[in-house]
């Protein structure tokens, strides 16, 4: 029991960053839209389209945080400094985000907010995919703690990595405007999705093919065999993915995008495990070897589990609640 315990929690984590990226993905995809709509009257109706849902959806990051303090202690210690720029800075995209969205909807001039809330949730997006490439390209530890400097992060990979993720969840949010946004801004998201789509497609090729150039152990993973029969269909998958998606988009589709969107994130997220499992701290770092004593995760792992299926069922019902489009001039006071 004790040797699944770490693996467990690895995927109770997973699961919940999982779910932040993409139900907060979209959230921030509207703000990195938000200086293309043509006026104050659209960007209402942008806002109205997430407003009964952003807020709940940041509680994943939380889930994602909080559970790698309780699980993995060891590398919550060298995550936290060898990331703390791009974490702290994160935070206060979210801040400005949220703080934007409350404000701008009794301000009297909401120029100051829409900015606030477009370079929060641009800042907020690049921030998390520098901290992703931070990872990927791996984190020194020495004697069980973090070895490097303040800036080990700040390379041309990580930062390849911030804009892979911009154009993502900018991605998500055109999809999302397509199906829930009626007139203009559903029409313009439809063509937003298709630019968009393309430079996901062109970032992901690059970040997929230079991730094992850093890595022999990554090379091997994926290009030996037997390995590479097994993993090729990851990618196909993805192209085929696309592929539909681009061709739902031309169709007039309003549902299925947005759900091709997702799909193209967890392919993503799929090879970025495959990648680095069982390393929680790459290179050198596995979830056994970080993980907290068993009592600790079991005490824990207890309440996640009878807490999680409420919050999926509140969150699945908020949704359902709140399904339908939101109509032109529609505002979110």
């Known amino acids: 029991m004790e040797w699944y315990l770490p693996v467990m929690w690895a995927a109770l984590i997973g699961t919940a960053v999982s779910l932040y990226v993409i139900l907060d993905g979209f959230d921030l995809g509207i703000g990195i839209l938000f200086p293309f709509a043509k006026d104050d009257r659209e960007r ?38 060898a990331l703390y720029l791009p974490v702290i800075v994160m935070l206060l995209g979210l801040i400005f985000r949220g703080v934007a969205f409350e404000f701008r909807s009794v301000a009297e001039t909401k120029a100051k907010w829409n900015f606030a809330f477009a370079a929060g949730s641009t800042i907020a997006a690049f921030s998390q995919g520098v901290i992703l490439g931070g990872m990927i390209q791996g984190i020194k530890i020495e004697n069980g703690a973090f070895a490097g400097g ?34 203009p801004v559903g029409q313009r998201g439809r063509s937003q999705a298709k630019l968009l789509l393309l430079a996901v497609l062109v970032f992901m090729g690059i970040v997929s093919l230079w991730t094992p150039m850093m890595s022999e152990r990554i090379f091997a993973r994926w290009f030996s065999l037997p390995n590479f029969y097994f993993l090729w269909p990851v990618p196909a998958v993805t192209g085929l993915v696309a592929l539909a998606l681009w061709r739902w988009i031309e169709k007039g589709r309003e549902i299925l995008p947005f759900f091709a969107s997702i799909m193209l994130f967890l392919l993503g997220y799929l090879g970025i495990v495959i990648s680095n499992f069982p390393y929680l701290v790459p290179p050198s ?11 600790s995760q079991i005490f824990m792992l207890v309440g996640t589990l009878v807490l999680l299926p409420v919050i999926l069922g509140y969150t699945a019902m908020i949704y359902w609640v709140f399904r339908g489009k939101v109509a032109e001039g529609e505002s979110y006071h």
């Open 150 to 183: 303040p800036f080990e992060w700040a390379t041309p990979f990580s930062a390849l990595c911030g804009l892979a993720l911009v154009s993502g969840y900018g991605l998500l949010g055109a999809t999302w405007l397509n199906m829930k946004a009626e007139g």
């Open 285 to 295: 770092l596995t979830v056994w070897d970080a993980a907290a004593a068993p009592a």
């Open 44 to 81: 209402d109706q942008m806002m109205a389209t997430v407003k009964p849902f952003w807020d709940g959806n940041e509680t994943w990051l939380v889930l994602g945080g909080g559970g790698l303090f309780v699980a993995f202690p060891q590398a919550y210690a060298i995550i936290m400094p």
